[in-house]
């Protein structure tokens, strides 16, 4: 297909700083109703990110820092690549969102499998 | 598409009967990497969903009963019905997981906007 990450991305999106608690980042999940928020610095960059699953992990180790369940290594793609790439990467990690980040490595936008998926019900 | 359901469900699902702890609900999640846990009787039918963001709303929220925070209204489909029909329920409610279920309301598997977006990657 010729639809870009771009097309789909949510430029809306909501992010924690490492510092944050896990009370509060799950209270942010819960409030915008999504399940996953990068995790960046104070200029903007991509440090990490962390997911419903995560928090989930936390509560089945009893673990009380977002710190500890912090994903550091975070895949993402870039605004300009087709949707093709970013099903890939999801799948290939078996992880259904990816940051979107622009050539100064600051965050644009989400991308989910939500999005994607949803494009199969509107063009079959 | 001419992709059914039945071609992309996972049969090998986990589930929780109403009346687990939400410590072993989270441990079910993390152990086996899923996002989404059925509901089930002891006849197998189906009753509820939980999910990793209802553990989250359980974390925010300081719930601690599992029967608190299960989704009673599942959505689901049937395993011969289209892909874009599933694709379109999720869209429709904002979910990312529906059991399959078959003509006597058994669950036989779960679909997911993960193993649906993945089909992008592949096909394009
Ligand atoms: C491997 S997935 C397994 C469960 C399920 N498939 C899901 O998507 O949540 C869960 C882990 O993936 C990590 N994760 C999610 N999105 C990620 C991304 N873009 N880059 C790296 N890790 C990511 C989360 O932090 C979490 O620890
Ligand atoms: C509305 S979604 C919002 C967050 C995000 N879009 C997601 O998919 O997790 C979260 C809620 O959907 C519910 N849910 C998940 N799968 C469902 C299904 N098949 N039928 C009904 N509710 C479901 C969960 O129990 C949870 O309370």
Redesign the pocket.
């Known amino acids: 297909s010729q639809i870009l990450v771009s097309d789909i991305m949510n430029p809306n999106f909501y992010s924690v700083s490492r510092d944050e608690t896990l009370e509060n980042a799950s209270m942010l999940m819960v409030k915008k109703?999504?399940?996953h928020l990068p995790v960046v610095s104070e200029d903007g960059k991509l440090e990490g990110i962390v997911t419903s699953w995560d928090i989930t992990k936390a509560v089945a180790c009893k673990i009380t820092e977002l710190e500890e369940i912090i994903t550091r290594d975070v895949k993402y793609v870039y605004s300009g690549e087709k949707i093709e790439a970013a099903s890939s990467i999801m799948e290939d990690y078996s992880i259904s969102a990816l940051p979107v980040i622009d050539s100064e490595s600051r965050i644009i936008g989400m991308v989910t499998s939500?999005s994607i998926s949803a494009l199969i019900g509107r063009f079959g």
Do not use: I, L, P, Q
Request: net charge neutral.
């Open positions: 109703k999504v399940n939500e």
